[in-house]
Structure formats: structure tokens, C-alpha cells
């Protein structure tokens, strides 16, 4: 079984601006994500016991001397109400838990963590006229797509060219959540590959679906409590993280062919699905962004699902920092009964996680849900090993995919070579849609065994010992 871990994120390494820059240009070695965990200093996050009243919310409060921000999750008959509560100026943290978990009404009382995506950008920024794009695929750049056979060809890469030269290239019919900073829905290499709401009507101040949020046009930007997912503007100042897992997990294909190559050029880059439909849940703002946000971006998509039957298959989470938390373990616990996998990061800080937790990659659904739904992903290079900076366990890390030096679409209209554990997270998830879009009626339970087995089969020297299958992933191989 699945132990707790404890931190994600990833190490950045050379980064393009909007002209394109050459991908022989040396990049800075990994860096870790060495930050400690910390918490929002002055909130908690308070769990009721279901069917708790107001007035018994409101004792508890009064007990622990603190004062209701929001509400997080509502009350329902089997669950519990989750609120965030403001600590007065002063008061200690440890005690203020301490007094309302005393209170017969509180379930839990917890620090409201605050995760980041650990990435440090060497940006290189654009200007004057921009240089011609070029072709990452063909001109060795994106081998975290390649295969056995493909050309050019690398074994250690997803295999994803592999599965492309028969045909499976993705479906619009499958959705992913990005759970992440937010997307340049506008990139050339995402443009109609983000979800554009058809149940709310955009610009009308309404909220026309019913889900809480006004004008989500393409998903939500929980940091800042509006609608627009990017807020980089034309500088790209923001969203380069959310951006570049997205363009993995599925930029389009300009090609003629379903397989790139020097007779068949595009511009750019191509994630492991050709055709996908990306859906926002941005939670991490330039301070990064805490538990409570991103247990509503879990519900979030959760929601979608249930309201509207949207094929929603995973959430990308390519991010972390904090400690465990009752609240968001129980919301993916959510998600999971709705069949929507849990994609994470093993961490950036080349530690045991089965020895050293690190969330949020190694919650473990199995009992409330009756199936794991997490997947949590080690960091491999283009030789097959594992990462300098990538964590490992071989009970709490599944599997490994390309973290290093993989590039893909940052903000503005840019391309970037990124490493990092939160790099080879989109590639999984990027496979389990390409899964999907292959097999419309598989479980999330069967997805994910799919993706191991597949790793199993698919055996790496870095990994025997370092993860739970001892492989890598192999999108072919499925």
C-alpha cells in the first residue's frame, strides 16, 4: 500500500522566450526544490463531522478564538463541511488546532499548506523580430516522445510516436484537468486544444451552468478568484509552468503526418496526444497557492463531471510543498469515486519518499475508494536514468517517465526545456488519455493498471528497487 509523501515540483532548465531558441544552447544543471514546508501562517482549515449545525460550527469557532474566512467544501449528508478560518493576530497555530479539535463537532483542524511549482526559469527574452520556430521533433529536441523505431528514435522516450504510427493520436472527447498555474489557451501549439464551455455563456455575468463560477469559459483561475486562466499577457510574465505541462500532455501536431518527421516539418513542439481537450483548475499564482484552492480545484473538475458528464479521465499535478491534509486527501478521494485519476510528481529532492513522505504524490485512495487513484512519477534522462534531482520509492513512486531537458509551449507564444519530476508527470498523464481515447469505457482503476503494466514489461536498470514497477513509461505498450 501506498504511503504518504511529502514534496513535488521541478527544476527549470534553459528556457526560450517568444523568438525560439536553439535546443543545443547548454542548460544550467537541475536544481532541487529545497524550500521547507510551510502554511499559510495565520488560517487553518476546519473539518466538521457530517451533519454538523451552524450553531455547532459556530461553538467551535468560538473556542479555538477565530473567525470564519470561507467556506471550502459544503456539507452534505455524508460528508462533512470544510471552512477556512482566520487565526487573530497573535495566536498560536498548535493551539488554536488543539482547541477545535476539542470541540465534539470538528473532525479534523489543519495548517492550510501552501505548494509551489519549485521551478526556476533561466529566461531568455524575446525581442525584435522573432527567429523562424523550429521543429523540435525532428531536430532531436523532444525525445521524451520518441520510440524504439521512430525517427529520431529513443528508447528511454514514452514511446508516444510508437503509438501514433498506428493511429492512436488522442480524442477531443477526453478531458484533463490541469491542476497547475494557468494556460496560454492561445498558443499556437494549444490553440483548440483548451476547453471552451458550452454550458455558460462568456461575457454575460451569469452563471449559467450553475457550478458556482461565472463565465468559466475555459475551467477557473482559483488563486485569484476569476475566470481568466492566463495572466501572463503578451510578456508571458506568468502561467510559463501550467503552460509548458499542458503542451505535453497535448500541443497539436502541425503536421501532414500523424508522425512528425524532416519530410512531414511542423512549428514547435507536440505533446503525446495530438488532439485532447485541456481544461484550466489554476490554483499556484506567483506566491504559490495553498490547500484550500486546490481542493476546490479538485472539486472543480469533479464537479464537471457529475453536472455535466464531461469525460474528465485525470488531473495533471505537477506541484507541491506541503504536509498531508485530511481535506485535500479526502477530495481526491472524490474525484477517484468519479473515476478521475490523480497524476503526481514524486518530488525534486532526490530522496526516498517510502522513508521521507512527500505530498501530495503518495495519498492513497485504496480504502475510501476501493482503488489507488494516484499516480505517482519518477524523472528519467535520455540515457534511462533516474535523475540526479528525482525522489523514488519502491512502494510509493509507480514509475518513471523523461524529465530532463524536455521541452515544450511556455508563455508568451515561447518554448522552453524544463526538467523536473513535474515534467515527466504530464507525460503519464498524457499517456492515460491517449489510453482513454483508445479504449472510451476503460475505469480510471483500469487505465492506471494499464500504464503499469505496461511499465512493467518495460523494466530500466535506474528503477529496479526505486519504484513500484521497476519501469518506465511505454504508451506503445497498452
Known amino acids: 500500500m501506498r504511503r504518504a509523501l511529502s514534496l513535488l515540483c521541478l527544476a527549470a532548465l534553459a528556457v526560450s522566450g517568444a523568438a525560439a531558441v536553439s535546443p543545443a544552447a547548454a542548460a544550467p544543471a537541475e536544481r532541487a526544490d529545497t524550500s521547507a514546508v510551510r502554511a499559510v501562517p495565520d488560517e487553518l482549515l476546519v473539518g466538521y ?6 450553531g455547532e460550527r459556530d461553538r467551535a469557532r468560538g473556542k479555538g478564538s477565530v473567525r470564519l474566512a470561507e467556506r471550502v467544501v459544503a456539507g452534505k449528508a455524508d460528508r462533512g463541511e470544510v471552512e477556512l478560518v482566520q487565526l487573530p493576530q497573535g495566536k498560536n497555530r498548535d493551539r488554536a488546532i488543539a482547541e477545535l479539535q476539542s470541540d465534539p463537532s470538528v473532525a479534523y483542524a489543519e495548517p492550510n499548506w501552501v505548494y509551489t511549482t519549485g521551478a526556476r526559469p533561466n529566461r531568455k527574452p524575446g525581442g525584435g523580430t522573432p527567429a523562424p520556430v523550429p521543429d523540435y521533433f525532428s531536430n532531436g529536441s523532444l525525445w521524451g516522445m520518441y520510440g524504439d523505431a521512430s525517427a529520431p ?3 528511454f522516450g514514452s514511446q508516444a510516436a510508437e503509438a501514433w504510427a498506428t493511429g492512436t493520436t488522442g480524442s477531443a472527447a477526453v478531458y484533463v484537468g490541469v491542476i497547475d498555474e494557468g494556460i496560454q489557451f492561445d498558443h499556437p501549439d494549444l490553440a483548440g486544444q483548451v476547453w471552451t464551455n ?4 462568456a461575457g454575460d455575468g451569469v452563471d449559467n451552468d450553475g457550478n458556482g463560477y461565472v463565465d468559466d469559459v475555459h475551467g477557473w483561475d482559483f488563486a485569484n478568484n476569476d475566470n481568466t486562466i492566463y495572466d501572463g499577457g503578451t510578456r508571458g510574465s506568468l502561467d510559463d509552468h501550467g503552460t509548458h505541462v499542458s503542451g505535453t500532455i497535448g500541443a497539436r501536431n502541425e503536421s501532414t503526418s500523424p508522425v512528425p518527421s524532416t519530410t512531414s516539418p511542423q512549428k514547435g513542439v507536440v505533446g503525446v496526444n495530438q488532439t485532447v481537450t485541456l481544461i484550466s483548475g489554476k490554483f499556484l499564482g506567483s506566491n504559490g497557492g495553498t490547500t484550500a484552492n486546490a481542493i476546490k480545484a479538485v472539486d472543480y473538475f469533479t464537479n464537471l463531471k457529475t453536472r455535466h458528464g464531461l469525460k474528465i479521465m485525470a488531473t495533471n499535478n505537477s506541484w507541491g510543498g506541503g504536509g498531508f491534509s485530511q481535506a485535500l486527501a479526502d477530495a481526491i478521494v472524490r474525484a477517484a469515486k468519479q473515476n478521475i485519476l490523480f497524476i503526481a510528481a514524486a518530488g525534486n529532492s532526490g530522496t526516498d519518499n517510502d522513508s521521507a513522505p512527500s505530498y501530495p504524490a503518495n495519498y492513497d485512495t485504496t480504502t475510501a475508494a476501493g482503488y489507488d487513484s494516484v499516480i505517482a512519477v519518477a524523472a ?6 533516474l535523475a540526479s534531482f528525482s525522489q523514488y520509492g519502491a512502494t510509493t513512486v509507480d514509475l518513471g517517465a523523461p524529465g530532463v531537458g524536455v521541452w515544450s509551449t511556455t508563455a508568451y ?19 492515460a488519455a491517449l489510453y482513454a481515447s483508445k479504449n472510451p469505457t476503460a ?4 487505465i492506471k ?5 505496461a511499465a512493467r514489461a518495460t523494466l530500466t536498470p535506474s528503477l529496479t528497487s526505486k519504484t513500484v514497477t521497476g519501469g518506465r513509461l511505454n504508451v506503445s505498450g497498452f
Open 380 to 385: 528519467i534522462d535520455k540515457t534511462g536514468a
Open 153 to 155: 528514435a529513443n528508447q
Open 413 to 431: 507564444n515561447g518554448y522552453s526545456s524544463y526538467s523536473g519530476t513535474s515534467m515527466a508527470t504530464p507525460h503519464v498523464t498524457g499517456g
Open 449 to 453: 493498471a494499464a500504464i503499469l503494466d
Open 443 to 446: 475505469s480510471a482503476a483500469m
Open 198 to 201: 458550452p454550458f455558460d455563456t
Open 49 to 54: 463531522v457530517a451533519g454538523a449545525t451552524t
